[in-house]
């Protein structure tokens, strides 16, 4: 079955961190770009960043804009996003996305073939 999943989410503290993973299963994730998203209830869904197939990183949102960076190990096929200095406007469900189709001189694909089922970040004291 091919699929991404996501795990790393959970309860922590405002101020603290937290590493959230996408692992690919059933194709290899260095053919695709990885994106990072999330929704917090009653809100739209907001792109965080997207991570090309060398590596290369773009920071999508503002607000995450200095406390949260992504990776990929490829040879771990999973990506990473790192989220730093958490507040409470960070609590959402967050998700990973994979595509294969590029756009030049981008880090973001056209559009995204595997969605994950979600995990969810809860940022309170």
């Known amino acids: 079955q091919l699929r991404v999943v996501e795990s790393g989410g959970g309860l922590v503290q405002p101020g603290g961190a937290l590493r959230l993973s996408c692992e690919a299963s059933?194709?290899?994730?260095?053919?695709?770009?990885i994106g990072w998203f999330r929704q917090a209830p009653g809100k739209e869904r907001e792109g965080l960043s997207c991570i090309g197939r060398s590596g290369g990183s773009s920071i999508l949102a503002d607000s995450v804009k200095g406390r949260f960076t992504s990776s990929r190990d490829n040879a771990q096929n999973t990506a990473y996003l790192q989220m730093n200095n958490l507040n409470p406007e960070d609590t959402a469900v967050y998700y990973c996305?994979?595509?294969?189709?590029?756009?030049?001189?981008?880090?973001?694909?056209?559009?995204?073939?595997?969605w994950g089922q979600g995990t969810q970040v809860t940022v309170s004291s």
């Open positions: 996305a994979a595509g294969t189709t590029g756009v030049p001189g981008n880090n973001c694909p056209q559009w995204y073939d595997y």
């Open positions: 059933g194709f290899p994730l260095d053919d695709y770009y």
